[in-house]
């Protein structure tokens, strides 16, 4: 069973300060997603990694795919309020890419 | 098209009631994959769909869920003699394969929260 776990489970910080939420697997990917989803809502695509050792930035968000291809982080630059909600890491393998999806990070940005 | 759209958005329904879910996807999309959430956590795979062919049933896929795609377009998930047990968020996704890329994108409903009491 391929199992991905992200860290902190909860994160609570105030609008400006900078944070890292992490993705943690004992499995190798072929490439990995990140998403965000609010209340009520599905998960949103925000980037997708399929090189070991790949940066990405989206504004102030920079993803990194760990060089094995079993991990990965989230960097977040002066938080928003608006970034609110929770972040979800999902690992793809097989043929037709069935996707795992990690455990949650839930994160408040408070003003 | 403006994306996949899921129906009812909200369900409560008494234990041992069957319930019909209904999916629709982007429209030019011949993928499409049924997830389901509970609160906090990451969505569980639950089936997947190419075309009208159910390639893939998770074990979480009790024989009382049943899903369907009979054209190749909407789809539908449906729970016989619900338990409160199923009370979680269903998400439907769609997608088409990328042009050169090992990961096609997943497009995500907003999902049906489902109730049992």
């Known amino acids: 069973t391929q199992l991905l776990e992200q860290s902190p489970q909860f994160l609570s910080i105030q609008e400006g300060e900078n944070l890292t939420v992490y993705c943690n697997s004992s499995?190798?990917?072929?490439?990995l997603q990140w998403y965000r989803q609010e209340p009520g809502e599905g998960p949103v695509l925000l980037v997708t990694?399929?090189?070991?050792?790949e940066v990405k930035k989206l504004k102030r968000l920079t993803f990194q795919f760990g060089d094995a291809r079993k991990d990965s982080s989230l960097h977040i630059t002066a938080a928003q309020t608006g970034d609110t909600g929770l972040y979800l890491c999902?690992?793809?393998?097989?043929?037709?890419?069935?996707?795992?999806f990690g455990t949650g990070t839930k994160l408040q940005v408070i003003p | 098209d403006t994306g996949v759209s899921q129906d009812p958005r909200h369900k409560i329904t008494k234990r041992g009631q069957n319930v019909t879910f209904r999916c629709d996807p982007i429209?030019?999309?011949?993928?499409l994959y049924w997830y389901r959430q509970t609160l906090g956590q990451g969505p569980e795979f639950l089936t997947y769909?190419?075309?009208?062919?159910?390639?893939?049933k998770s074990r979480l896929l009790s024989d009382r869920f049943s899903a369907e795609r009979p054209k190749g377009s909407f789809s539908t998930l449906e729970i016989q003699r619900t338990e409160q047990g199923d009370s979680a968020m269903y998400l439907c996704?769609?997608?088409?394969?990328?042009?050169?890329?090992?990961?096609?994108?997943?497009?995500f409903g907003p999902g049906t929260r489902l109730l049992v009491l």
């Open positions: 996704a769609s997608s088409e394969p990328g042009v050169g890329l090992p990961q096609e994108t997943q497009y």
């Open positions: 499995s190798v990917f072929s490439s």
């Open positions: 990694v399929v090189t070991g050792g």
């Open positions: 999902a690992g793809a393998t097989g043929g037709y890419q069935k996707v795992t």
């Open positions: 429209s030019e999309h011949n993928r």
């Open positions: 769909f190419q075309n009208e062919a159910q390639l893939e």
